[in-house]
């Protein structure tokens, strides 16, 4: 029987999405010239050509499953099959882990007969709320002896534990054989805790969120491998509702996503999928592209041959992998690979931002054609690049760039407002904070440029700057100083006259700071009298009243606004489910003072949905770690590969998860050797030169500073390629 389920092998760029896309397309096409789909079946007709089963079932609307690897990947695709097919069948977009929560969600009520669980709704836990939760269950048995033997700190020991769940459900382990798969993987280390003793918290924390309702991702994907998959009423209606599925990049699913695919194509589902071999970005965050590829063998299998066009892939490839694996090897590279070489790593930074400037300021390329790529990307390099690039009017877009909320001035100022109307939070606030407060709070949004292109034109910084103020840094230092009253319990703000020398502080400032200080006090009344339903509406009452004020705030801004409303949201969901399963007792405000702690930890960053801004893609130059620019599929013409020495881009840019090699399913609870590391660091380095040069369509440019940001010698598997470069810039070529 011929399979009409497709395998779509190929590198980056070399149109597998498009396959993809042109296969349904062809489908749907079939379904056309086969109008009378369901009488045939019915008469018995045999059918004819080569058309897949569920384009003759039509009269059960079956849907189409799209599944890709991130949340950009799967707005973009399933944008695209939409518009190909002018929105004619029903297409369902979304990730993995995506699909899975929404089908544990909507079949809770199954979940809840075969499981016995409590019938309540279920409440999502964000990776920051579930690391709190499970710190504050597990930290008595979590002795100082224990962090001792895990040599790590106890936030980094929590992180570690969960990420073990999150990895086995991934894999399809129950929670039950975790200690088993460790105690292979570990053999005899006697530097790691028992597993044994790992596997107990693990149980006790999910059964714990099951009780109360709370689900997290690994909790997610546990219930929906484990018991949603077998069971025979969840697979019929999943199987009626879809008829199709197409998964891009199945190189970056967990292990579960084939359990899913098999079970479609065992009920008469068709399949299309594309596989990267070059790809898995993922690997080591809970994907599994081995076992995935074993999919192929029920499919059709189509490779896509040849190089991506317009890039350096078939040039240069082969080169440099040769000189990574072989460094004594003597080869040169081609002029379209250039190195940048400086002593310290300040000064390759500014190299680095000043050949981008003068090239794009001589045209030979456009802000949007480049891209910075780093193993890593500290404060200092982010801060650095984006100063310089800007100050000479070339935007930078920092792609998924995930900061603190607490780092935004304008969330400080909210926390400190929240302090500021409720009792008992005095201890949180002190005069910086307040005089920060005032600044922020005082601020008003100049009328924007009317012209469209000038617009276009402004940067986030542009718009920022255009942001006036009417208590100044100085003014609202001496307010503080002479007008905030320490207490613990109920901080206060005098009026402007208790400072003796108030007429320097001006009529503007003043009357600002008169305005902030009526809306305080009348925020405290309506508190005292309960009015306040809670503080999510406090701090939505201060944005509109401060910060919106009917103006357009930069994207930045507005995101991080957002991402604080949101979690504050989330926060006191959690906050009410946890009070109604056990009441405890609390000091009244004890909710708000963890809140701002969790905050001011920095554990929750700006993301809010949508990611992006709306409208088209930003001309601006942009600047991600290795990690972040090859998850997003982006190509340039011009690549800069920053700190070419580092050892980090032997790791991908990414850290692997505490325990991941142990749940790949080709070597379940395999120890994993020195060796093992060797061959996968050799083998993640080839996929990611690989996979870049399929990106790159003009010049690379290496820029390798011989001393680290701690000062040490960078001697790093991308050393030969910059030893092999023909075309150096140095410190003296740009001076």
């Given at each position: 029987?011929?399979?009409?389920?497709?395998?779509?092998?190929?590198?980056?760029?070399?149109?597998?999405?498009?396959?993809?896309?042109?296969?349904?397309?062809?489908?749907?096409?079939?379904?056309?010239?086969?109008?009378?789909?369901?009488?045939?079946?019915?008469?018995?007709?045999?059918?004819?050509?080569?058309?897949?089963?569920?384009?003759?079932?039509?009269?059960?609307?079956?849907?189409?499953?799209?599944?890709?690897?991130?949340?950009?990947?799967?707005?973009?695709?399933?944008?695209?099959?939409?518009?190909?097919?002018?929105?004619?069948?029903?297409?369902?977009?979304?990730?993995?882990?995506?699909?899975?929560?929404?089908?544990?969600?909507?079949?809770?009520?199954?979940?809840?007969?075969?499981?016995?669980?409590?019938?309540?709704?279920?409440?999502?836990?964000?990776?920051?709320?579930?690391?709190?939760?499970?710190?504050?269950?597990?930290?008595?048995?979590?002795?100082?002896?224990?962090?001792?033997?895990?040599?790590?700190?106890?936030?980094?020991?929590?992180?570690?534990?969960?990420?073990?769940?999150?990895?086995?459900?991934?894999?399809?382990?129950?929670?039950?054989?975790?200690?088993?798969?460790?105690?292979?993987?570990?053999?005899?280390?006697?530097?790691?805790?028992?597993?044994?003793?790992?596997?107990?918290?693990?149980?006790?924390?999910?059964?714990?969120?099951?009780?109360?309702?709370?689900?997290?991702?690994?909790?997610?994907?546990?219930?929906?491998?484990?018991?949603?998959?077998?069971?025979?009423?969840?697979?019929?209606?999943?199987?009626?509702?879809?008829?199709?599925?197409?998964?891009?990049?199945?190189?970056?699913?967990?292990?579960?996503?084939?359990?899913?695919?098999?079970?479609?194509?065992?009920?008469?589902?068709?399949?299309?999928?594309?596989?990267?071999?070059?790809?898995?970005?993922?690997?080591?965050?809970?994907?599994?592209?081995?076992?995935?590829?074993?999919?192929?063998?029920?499919?059709?299998?189509?490779?896509?041959?040849?190089?991506?066009?317009?890039?350096?892939?078939?040039?240069?490839?082969?080169?440099?992998?040769?000189?990574?694996?072989?460094?004594?090897?003597?080869?040169?590279?081609?002029?379209?690979?250039?190195?940048?070489?400086?002593?310290?790593?300040?000064?390759?930074?500014?190299?680095?931002?000043?050949?981008?400037?003068?090239?794009?300021?001589?045209?030979?390329?456009?802000?949007?054609?480049?891209?910075?790529?780093?193993?890593?990307?500290?404060?200092?390099?982010?801060?650095?690049?984006?100063?310089?690039?800007?100050?000479?009017?070339?935007?930078?877009?920092?792609?998924?760039?995930?900061?603190?909320?607490?780092?935004?001035?304008?969330?400080?100022?909210?926390?400190?407002?929240?302090?500021?109307?409720?009792?008992?939070?005095?201890?949180?606030?002190?005069?910086?904070?307040?005089?920060?407060?005032?600044?922020?709070?005082?601020?008003?949004?100049?009328?924007?440029?009317?012209?469209?292109?000038?617009?276009?034109?402004?940067?986030?910084?542009?718009?920022?700057?255009?942001?006036s103020t009417n208590i100044d840094p100085v003014r609202a230092g001496l307010i503080a100083d002479y007008c905030f009253v320490p207490h613990p319990d109920r901080p206060n703000l005098l009026p402007v006259s208790a400072f003796e020398r108030w007429d320097r502080i001006g009529y503007a400032a003043t009357t600002a700071y008169s305005e902030i200080l009526q809306w305080l006090e009348q925020q405290r009344s309506q508190q005292e009298l309960r009015l306040i339903p809670s503080p999510i509406s406090l701090l939505d009452r201060a944005i509109q009243r401060f910060l919106w004020n009917g103006s357009n705030l930069p994207y930045e801004q507005l995101a991080a606004l957002r991402e604080l409303l949101e979690t504050a949201q989330h926060y006191w969901e959690i906050d009410t489910r946890l009070r109604q399963i056990a009441p405890v007792e609390t000091m009244p405000y004890t909710t708000i003072i963890e809140f701002i702690q969790l905050l001011r930890r920095g554990t929750i960053t700006a993301n809010a949905y949508p990611v992006r801004p709306i409208g088209g893609a930003r001309k601006a130059v942009t600047l991600a770690t290795i990690f972040q620019y090859r998850s997003s599929r982006r190509s340039?013409?011009?690549?800069?590969?920053?700190?070419?020495?580092?050892?980090?881009?032997?790791?991908?840019?990414?850290?692997?998860?505490?325990?991941?090699?142990?749940?790949?399913?080709?070597?379940?609870?395999?120890?994993?050797?020195?060796?093992?590391?060797?061959?996968?660091?050799?083998?993640?380095?080839?996929?990611?030169?690989?996979?870049?040069?399929?990106?790159?369509?003009?010049?690379?440019?290496?820029?390798?500073?011989?001393?680290?940001?701690?000062?040490?010698?960078?001697?790093?598997?991308?050393?030969?390629?910059?030893?092999?470069?023909?075309?150096?810039?140095?410190?003296?070529?740009?001076?």
């Amino acid at each position: 029987m011929v399979s009409h389920s497709v395998w779509i092998v190929g590198t980056s760029r070399s149109g597998k999405t498009a396959r993809l896309v042109e296969q349904f397309c062809n489908w749907v096409t079939s379904e056309k010239q086969y109008t009378e789909s369901f009488y045939t079946k019915k008469t018995g007709r045999k059918k004819t050509g080569d058309v897949p089963e569920f384009l003759y079932l039509k009269q059960t609307e079956p849907g189409v499953l799209v599944l890709a690897a991130n949340d950009d990947n799967r707005r973009e695709l399933g944008d695209i099959i939409v518009t190909s097919t002018l929105g004619k069948y029903p297409v369902r977009a979304k990730t993995p882990l995506g699909f899975f929560q929404d089908e544990v969600i909507l079949f809770w009520p199954l979940l809840i007969n075969s499981l016995n669980l409590k019938a309540q709704f279920p409440v999502r836990l964000r990776p920051e709320t579930e690391q709190e939760l499970a710190t504050k269950l597990w930290r008595p048995q979590l002795d100082e002896e224990i962090l001792r033997l895990a040599g790590v700190n106890e936030s980094r020991l929590v992180r570690r534990i969960l990420d073990l769940l999150q990895l086995a459900a991934y894999s399809g382990i129950p929670c039950e054989n975790i200690a088993q798969i460790l105690s292979k993987g570990f053999g005899e280390n006697s530097t790691t805790l028992e597993p044994e003793f790992l596997a107990s918290l693990l149980l006790d924390w999910r059964n714990w969120c099951l009780e109360r309702g709370l689900l997290t991702y690994g909790i997610i994907t546990e219930l929906y491998s484990q018991h949603l998959l077998s069971d025979r009423n969840y697979q019929q209606h999943l199987t009626k509702r879809y008829q199709a599925v197409l998964a891009d990049d199945v190189d970056d699913y967990p292990s579960v996503a084939r359990l899913l695919f098999e079970l479609l194509l065992d009920r008469g589902a068709v399949g299309a999928f594309s596989y990267n071999p070059d790809g898995a970005v993922r690997l080591g965050l809970g994907a599994d592209p081995n076992y995935l590829e074993g999919l192929a063998e029920r499919c059709r299998v189509e490779i896509l041959n040849g190089p991506p066009p317009e890039s350096l892939s078939e040039q240069l490839t082969k080169q440099m992998v040769e000189l990574v694996t072989s460094p004594m090897v003597l080869l040169s590279l081609p002029k379209t690979v250039h190195s940048i070489q400086t002593t310290s790593r300040a000064q390759l930074l500014r190299q680095t931002a000043e050949v981008i400037a003068n090239a794009i300021q001589s045209q030979q390329v456009q802000p949007e054609e480049v891209a910075i790529i780093a193993p890593g990307l500290d404060a200092i390099a982010r801060y650095t690049l984006v100063e310089i690039l800007v100050k000479q009017n070339i935007p930078v877009e920092s792609l998924n760039d995930q900061r603190p909320l607490i780092s935004s001035p304008v969330i400080r100022a909210l926390l400190t407002m929240l302090a500021l109307v409720y009792p008992g939070l005095g201890r949180l606030v002190d005069r910086d904070a307040v005089a920060e407060m005032l600044v922020v709070l005082s601020r008003k949004q100049q009328p924007p440029e009317n012209s469209t292109d000038a617009m276009n034109r402004v940067s986030t910084r542009d718009a920022m700057n255009r942001v006036s103020t009417n208590i100044d840094p100085v003014r609202a230092g001496l307010i503080a100083d002479y007008c905030f009253v320490p207490h613990p319990d109920r901080p206060n703000l005098l009026p402007v006259s208790a400072f003796e020398r108030w007429d320097r502080i001006g009529y503007a400032a003043t009357t600002a700071y008169s305005e902030i200080l009526q809306w305080l006090e009348q925020q405290r009344s309506q508190q005292e009298l309960r009015l306040i339903p809670s503080p999510i509406s406090l701090l939505d009452r201060a944005i509109q009243r401060f910060l919106w004020n009917g103006s357009n705030l930069p994207y930045e801004q507005l995101a991080a606004l957002r991402e604080l409303l949101e979690t504050a949201q989330h926060y006191w969901e959690i906050d009410t489910r946890l009070r109604q399963i056990a009441p405890v007792e609390t000091m009244p405000y004890t909710t708000i003072i963890e809140f701002i702690q969790l905050l001011r930890r920095g554990t929750i960053t700006a993301n809010a949905y949508p990611v992006r801004p709306i409208g088209g893609a930003r001309k601006a130059v942009t600047l991600a770690t290795i990690f972040q620019y090859r998850s997003s599929r982006r190509s340039h013409q011009w690549h800069f590969w920053l700190d070419a020495g580092s050892p980090l881009w032997a790791k991908g840019g990414a850290a692997t998860l505490f325990g991941a090699p142990f749940f790949l399913r080709d070597r379940l609870g395999e120890p994993w050797t020195a060796e093992d590391e060797k061959l996968a660091e050799e083998q993640r380095l080839q996929r990611i030169l690989t996979d870049l040069l399929s990106r790159v369509s003009e010049r690379v440019y290496l820029c390798h500073s011989d001393l680290a940001v701690n000062g040490q010698e960078q001697i790093g598997p991308l050393l030969p390629l910059v030893n092999a470069c023909v075309t150096v810039i140095s410190e003296s070529t740009v001076n």
